[in-house]
């Protein structure tokens, strides 16, 4: 699988856009073009106190030469942005990976673009696209507890001449009538793009339970499913037909096959029954179900729940 | 060995939301009252009207496969025919499901939901005299067994685990109280009584991941079977019984093993 390319950059800027939200500008040192990107896209850092963040940009995808980010201050946090905050400055190198994008902008009729306080990042990217664009009808809702936490108000301004903002602060007025559910009704085509703190991403995701999922694009940098098991992609042959079959890392090989019009036998979908277990001809499994021996899993698997630490195996499937 | 019943929920459309019964005729050698009798079955499910045959759980939309179903509050009402659907209190479903025109519109709706068009637009089922129970795969009998959770059981698994999980999430007709945790699955071929009405303990409910999906959220966020596995030794929480002999059921009456 391809591994992305990382960058030493240097930080060309940075400033304080609220208390609390610091902008940083990373470009080559050299004056090189730096890999493309589309709105919304996000890049992955390791910060100086060694976690490794992503953090989405901010600029507009045309620009080529630097990359913009903005990292709020999480005193709570594991030290990520602090550390960032308080040790990087203008000269500072950073170890910077290319850009990743799983909140694309697709055509539709009409955007609905949510941010919640930071979450402002890859909407603003991808707001300045929509309104470069000439894009006819998108509309722009931004949340934040109070004025002064609001980052890029401006520039979110100026992009939404067309009087297509909503901006709402919960602490200036609680008693404010502000409900999500006047912009958030049924599906008509509209695409939402929404970025923000847990609570918020919680309350989109039960006001669009009803909502095709190929018209919600969020960007959610927990990566832990909801069973705490993280996953990595890979390939599964089929041993009856020898055909590949790629799992990418936020689905199971199950669900991948149903996605061919395949029928695999299968009952629970945890790893505990045993039902969908097939013969193991080769590769290197990563066993994650609770039904099988350690002399079964020399032979079988489960294809429910395990996946593989090989690029690929092949299963009797 | 005496308990009492606390809920009594059927379930009219296969899954869709819990409705709550406060009286139920149990009949012998049949299952709670117009209970998983209306479902959406995928388009591939050999469903036609009629069919004899059972249809596993995994041919219908369910809550197995889709936790999105979680978050639509439904409501069946048998005497109207009208299925009514909210999300977050709003309402974005109505129609009789007698009539053909409002059947469409509830199978658009799904359609839209799970992106399931042309060709793969889901069909209404109805069960006629069969249910659409997800063990009737495995017999007559079992299709029409009736499923109960022994809440000192789940307090049992919520004080190992540490975690609060909602009895809902198992989706059974009668929930009780009172017996020791998890002596139901020691009990199988047991006759034992609620109410009036006799029973028989069939079989032990094994998990699926429908159990993973929190009814407040519709997030999949505690993996059930697998901590029963871990904690256990096995995934079963919950029983089946059959009924034996008929008597009006509700909550409050006493559940009991005689001589246990």
Redesign the interface.
């Known amino acids: 699988m391809p591994v992305k390319q990382s960058l030493e950059l240097v930080v060309s800027a940075r400033r304080m856009l609220t208390e609390e939200i610091c902008e940083f500008e990373f470009r080559d040192p050299t004056g090189s073009a730096l890999p493309a990107f589309e709105a919304g896209s996000h890049i992955t850092l390791e910060t100086p106190g060694g976690a490794v963040r992503s953090y989405s940009l901010t600029n507009d995808e045309i620009e080529r030469s630097r990359y913009v980010i903005a990292v709020k201050l999480d005193p709570a946090g594991k030290g990520g942005s602090s550390s960032m905050h308080r040790d990087l400055q203008v000269g500072s190198m950073m170890r910077v990976f290319e850009p990743s994008n799983k909140m694309n902008v697709v055509e539709a009729p009409r955007y609905l673009l949510i941010a919640g306080g930071v979450g402002i990042t890859p909407i603003l990217s991808i707001s300045r696209k929509l309104t470069r664009e000439g894009h006819p009808d998108f509309h722009v809702l931004y949340l934040t507890r109070s004025a002064d936490q609001m980052a890029y108000a401006d520039e979110i301004v100026s992009n939404c001449t067309h009087g297509n903002v909503t901006i709402h602060h919960s602490v200036e007025s609680p008693d404010g009538r502000f409900d999500l559910?006047d912009f958030i009704?049924?599906?008509d085509g509209t695409n939402i793009y929404y970025c923000g703190p847990k609570a918020l991403m919680?309350a989109i995701?039960?006001?669009t339970?009803?909502?095709?999922?190929?018209t919600l694009h969020f960007e959610d940098f927990d990566g832990v499913?909801?069973?705490g098991i993280s996953a990595q992609p890979f390939n599964v042959r089929q041993l009856s037909s020898d055909r590949l079959f790629e799992i990418p890392s936020d689905k199971t090989i199950l669900e991948v096959f149903r996605g061919h019009g395949i029928q695999p036998k299968?009952?629970?979908?945890?790893?505990?029954?045993g039902t969908c277990r097939v013969a193991l001809v080769s590769g290197d499994p990563d066993h994650r179900d609770?039904?099988l021996s350690e002399s079964e899993r020399q032979l079988f698997f489960i294809p429910c729940v395990s996946r593989a630490t090989s690029d690929e195996i092949t299963l009797d499937i | 060995m005496r308990g009492k019943i606390e809920q009594l929920y059927h379930y009219p459309v296969k899954g869709l939301s819990a409705q709550i019964l406060n009286y139920v005729p149990l009949e012998a050698g049949r299952g709670f009252p117009f209970d998983r009798v209306l479902g959406f079955a995928r388009h591939d499910s050999g469903f036609f009207p009629g069919i004899a045959s059972p249809i596993p759980k995994?041919r219908f939309l369910v809550l197995?496969?889709e936790e999105?179903l979680a978050?639509?509050t439904s409501h069946f009402d048998q005497s109207t025919a009208i299925l009514t659907?909210k999300?977050?209190g709003?309402r974005?479903y109505e129609g009789k499901l007698s009539a053909p025109a409002d059947v469409e519109s509830a199978v658009s709706?799904f359609s839209?939901?799970?992106?399931l068009h042309g060709k793969e637009r889901p069909i209404f089922a109805e069960a006629g005299e069969r249910r659409f129970t997800d063990a009737a795969v495995v017999s007559t009998k079992l299709m029409n067994a009736v499923s109960l959770i022994n809440l000192a059981s789940l307090r049992e698994l919520e004080g190992r685990t540490g975690l609060s999980i909602d009895g809902l999430r198992f989706r059974a007709n009668i929930y009780f109280d009172g017996w020791p945790a998890f002596r139901e699955l020691d009990l199988i071929d047991s006759e034992f009584t609620i109410g009036g009405a006799r029973l028989k303990l069939i079989l032990r409910t094994?998990?699926?991941?429908a159990t993973?999906v929190n009814p407040a959220?519709?997030?999949?966020?505690i993996?059930v079977?697998?901590l029963?596995?871990?904690h256990y030794g096995h995934?079963d929480l919950g029983v089946y019984a059959e009924v034996l002999s008929p008597g009006i059921i509700s909550p409050g009456d006493t559940i009991e093993i005689a001589g246990d």
């Open positions: 559910a009704k049924d599906p919680n995701y039960a006001l339970i009803h909502w095709p999922r190929s499913s909801s069973t299968s009952s629970c979908e945890t790893g505990t029954c609770l039904v | 995994d197995l496969k999105r978050g639509l659907i999300v977050q709003r974005v709706f839209t939901m799970f992106e094994r998990r699926c991941a993973e959220t519709a997030r999949r966020d993996p079977p697998r029963l596995m871990e995934s």
